[in-house]
């Protein structure tokens, strides 16, 4: 019976932070620190945790595109593509 009690506040406790989500909360409120004005103290150190814990998780989770990534960091920007020509020889006729 305790099993099923703990297995019960598992899924309870799952369901309220779920809901609640303070881990995105807290990303949002770390982000939203970086526009305002600037954080000193606590507050910055608790800015940059986050941000940095979120930065190193999807590392962690996608090793990959991450290592491609910073291999692309300083690639020049793509060529830009030729300027689009009008055709203007109906405006240089002279109306009948």
Known sequence: MN???????????GYALGRYKPLHRASDWA???????????????????????????????????????????NDPPPPKSPPVRIRTDHATEEPK
Do not use: C
């Not at 009690?5 to 309870?12: E, F, H, K, Q």
């Open 31 to 73: 982000n939203w620190q970086r526009f305002g004005k600037r954080p000193t103290g606590a507050r910055y150190w608790a800015m940059y945790t986050v941000l940095s814990a979120e930065n190193i998780g999807w590392l962690v989770a996608h090793p990959v595109q991450g290592w491609d990534a910073w291999k692309h960091r």
């Open 3 to 13: 099993a099923l009690y703990a297995a019960l506040a598992a899924l309870a406790a």
